[in-house]
């Protein structure tokens, strides 16, 4: 099996799985598109010919990891987004929004 055969049999269907699983606010599918691509890395490294492709696709995980992709509180987007209290001075009984 070359490169071409291999993309076209097992990596794009792979590719387009992960994509789907990534789509959407599920740390869980997440896992499983972080697996799915994991599995597509080593295929491509049994490939004979094909060690730029496994750096492809591992290249699109570590972007993915790097920009969060699966992680709850970053999924929520709550992350940074609490308004801080301003209670520096000891005479205010309410402390207000800053």
Known sequence: MDTLQAWLVVGIPAAVLAA???AGH???RAAFGYLVLAVLFVFML???G????AGVV????VLLVAAG????EV???????E?????DDPEIDEPERV
């Open 20 to 22: 789907g699983l990534f």
């Open 26 to 28: 599920s740390s869980v």
């Open 46 to 48: 049994i490939v004979p």
């Open 50 to 53: 094909s060690r730029i492709s």
């Open 58 to 61: 591992g290249a699109i995980g």
């Open 69 to 72: 992709r699966g992680d709850p």
């Open 75 to 81: 999924e929520r987007g709550s992350f940074g987004q």
């Open 83 to 87: 308004v801080p209290l301003r209670v």
